[in-house]
C-alpha cells in the first residue's frame, strides 16, 4: 500500500502549497466583481433584478429543462419541489440515509418522514434494486398513490441523491417508481455539471435541485435551483416560493400560505458569474481527477471514478481505504500534515431526530461510511 505520506506530498505538488490546503475553495476569476458592481449600482440588490431572470434562463439552458426556479439555498428548493409533487403531513419520502443531513430535512419540513434506503456500492446513491425491494414488501398501490403497508402512510415521493456528483442509476430508479406511482425528486444539490446518459442530473426526475452554498462546484455564497420540465409545476414552484402573490402591479393579494424563499439579485449576479466558467471548473476537476487516478492506481487506495454511462462532475473526490483503522489512519494523517480531509457524513438514522425511521439493513451504506474520505478537490 502506497504510504500515506505519498499522498500528503502528491496533494501538496498538485495544489503547490505546504500551508492549509482545504477540501474545495471557491474560484472567483471571471465578472464576478463587475456584476456585483453592476448590482449595487442599480440598486436591485434584493429579491427582483435582471441577474435572477438571468440565473433561471442559464440554469435551465445548463440541465436542458424547460423552468427553473431562483431559491434562497438548495434545502429549501427541496422542501418545496417535494411538496410541489404532492408531499404533505404524514407522508413518507423514500431517500438513502448515505447524504447530508439537508436531504432528510427538507422532507421534515413538510411534516413527512424519511424511509432510508440502501445505496449502491458503485454509485454512493440510492440503491434502485433497495427501492424496488422494499415496495415488494411493503408497497401498496391504490388510486390515489403507493402506500407503506407497514404504517398506513402514503410514499409520495423518491429522493435520490447524486452522491459528490456521481449520478444513481437513473433510468432503473425510474422505472421501480414508475411502476409504483411515486414521483422523483433528484437532489442534485453536489452534481450540477454531472450528466446521466447525457442528460444532465436533475432533469431526468420529475424536479431536480441544486445547491449554490460556497463549498459547491459554482457557488453565489448561499443560492438553489429547482428545474423541471413540468412548467405547470415550475411555474407554481416561482408562485410558491416568492410568498403566493397573485400577480397584480400594485396590488397585494396571496391566496396561499407562500415562502419568501427568493434569491437575491445580489447573488444571482455572482451565481450569474460563476456559472459562465462552469465548462472551465468542470474540465480544471477532470483534470485533477485523471491526475489522482494516476496516482492511486495500484496504490491500495481505490479512487472513486465515475460509473459507465455517466460523467461526474467531480465535484468532492473521494477514495475508499480499506477499513475504518486504515480510514481512520488517513484521515489523521493528513489533517495533521495541513491537507483537509473528511469522512463521508454518518448515516442519517444515527441522527437522534431520524432513528426512529423505518429504514433497511444498509449493509452497502454502512460499508462506505466506514471507509469513504474525501480529499482536496478545489480547482485549481
Ligand atoms: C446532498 C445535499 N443536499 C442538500 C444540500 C443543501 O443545500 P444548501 O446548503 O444550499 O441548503 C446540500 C449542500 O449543502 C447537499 O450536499
Not at 47 to 62: K, L, N, R, W
Request: hydrophobic letters at 40%; charged letters at 20%.
Amino acid at each position: 500500500m502506497k504510504h500515506i505520506k505519498d499522498t500528503i506530498s502528491f496533494i501538496q505538488d498538485s495544489f503547490k502549497s505546504t500551508e492549509f490546503i482545504p477540501l474545495h475553495a471557491p474560484t472567483f476569476g471571471g465578472n464576478e466583481k463587475n456584476y456585483l458592481i453592476e448590482t449595487i449600482d442599480s440598486t436591485f440588490v434584493s429579491s427582483v433584478g435582471a441577474y435572477v431572470d438571468q440565473f433561471e434562463a442559464m440554469m435551465t439552458a445548463i440541465t436542458n429543462t424547460k423552468k427553473s426556479v431562483a431559491v434562497v439555498n438548495g434545502t429549501a428548493g427541496i422542501q418545496v419541489a417535494l411538496r410541489l409533487v404532492g408531499v404533505s403531513t404524514g407522508d413518507e419520502v423514500i431517500t438513502q440515509a448515505l447524504t447530508f443531513v439537508a436531504t432528510a430535512n427538507a422532507i421534515a419540513y413538510n411534516g413527512a418522514s424519511p424511509v432510508f434506503l440502501d445505496v449502491d456500492l458503485d454509485t454512493m446513491g440510492l440503491s434502485p434494486k433497495a427501492v424496488s425491494k422494499f415496495l415488494e414488501e411493503f408497497g401498496e398501490l391504490r388510486e390515489e398513490g403507493c402506500f407503506n403497508k407497514k404504517t398506513g402512510n402514503k410514499i409520495s415521493a423518491c429522493l435520490p441523491m447524486h452522491t459528490f456528483g456521481f449520478p444513481v442509476h437513473l433510468d432503473e430508479l425510474k422505472a421501480v417508481c414508475d411502476a409504483w406511482n411515486i414521483p422523483i425528486v433528484e437532489d442534485a444539490a453536489e452534481s450540477l455539471g454531472s450528466e446521466y446518459k447525457n442528460q444532465p442530473t436533475g432533469s431526468v426526475g420529475e424536479m431536480g435541485v441544486f445547491s449554490f452554498n460556497g463549498n459547491k462546484i459554482v457557488t453565489c455564497g448561499g443560492g438553489g435551483a429547482i428545474v423541471t420540465n413540468n412548467e405547470i409545476l415550475g411555474n407554481k414552484g416561482k408562485y410558491l416560493t416568492t410568498t403566493a402573490k397573485v400577480p397584480h402591479s400594485y396590488e397585494f393579494f396571496h391566496d396561499e400560505i407562500g415562502f419568501n424563499f427568493r434569491m437575491p439579485n445580489l447573488n444571482a449576479a455572482l451565481a450569474c458569474a460563476q456559472l459562465e466558467q462552469l465548462n472551465g471548473f468542470l474540465e480544471n476537476k477532470r483534470a485533477l481527477a485523471a491526475d489522482y487516478i494516476t496516482f492511486f492506481n495500484n496504490s491500495g487506495i481505490q479512487f472513486r471514478t465515475e460509473t459507465p454511462n455517466t460523467k461526474a462532475n467531480y465535484w468532492l473526490m473521494c477514495v475508499e481505504l480499506e477499513n475504518q483503522k486504515e480510514r481512520d489512519l488517513f484521515l489523521a494523517e493528513t489533517n495533521n500534515a495541513k491537507v483537509m480531509t473528511r469522512p463521508i457524513w454518518q448515516l442519517m438514522y444515527r441522527l437522534p431526530m431520524y432513528q426512529h425511521c423505518q429504514r433497511d439493513e444498509q449493509l452497502n451504506a454502512q460499508f462506505l461510511e466506514e471507509r469513504i474520505v474525501n480529499i482536496p478537490s478545489s480547482v485549481k
